[in-house]
């Protein structure tokens, strides 16, 4: 299972911006598909998550209510749409996918590992 995350950039605080996941090497309609971030010096967090099949996504509390987690599954691919972005929000994004239904915030159940995209927030 490849992972291929997209979609990162520089942007101003209050703005947008769209990442996305594609999966490839097999259908991941049994997968988990998350969404980490790790910013310089800190440890990488949890972002958002959401199984393939299911429609309760799961999402960190600094991100509640301006970011959202989609799904495709017919394309394998999952997207996260970031509003009202902040310059905290700034890091390396990742994706990463389990198999399975349980939509877990712990890193260390998540198996396969995009490659990482950059956002910038300026304030």
């Known amino acids: 299972v490849q992972l291929q995350a997209s979609g990162g950039g520089l942007v101003q605080a209050g703005g947008s911006l769209r990442l996305s996941c594609a999966v490839s090497?097999?259908?991941?309609?049994?997968?988990?598909m998350g969404w980490f971030r790790q910013a310089p010096g800190k440890e990488r967090e949890f972002v958002a998550a959401?199984?393939?099949?299911?429609?309760?996504?799961n999402y960190a509390d600094s991100v509640k209510g301006r970011f959202t987690i989609s799904k495709n599954g017919a394309k394998n691919t999952v997207w996260l749409q970031m509003n009202s972005l902040r310059p905290e929000d700034t890091a390396v994004y990742y994706c990463a996918a389990r198999e399975g239904t349980w939509v877990f915030s712990d890193r260390s159940n998540y198996v396969y590992w995009g490659q990482g995209t950059q956002v910038t927030v300026s304030s």
């Open positions: 090497g097999r259908t991941c309609s049994n997968y988990v």
């Open positions: 959401i199984y393939m099949r299911g429609q309760s996504p």
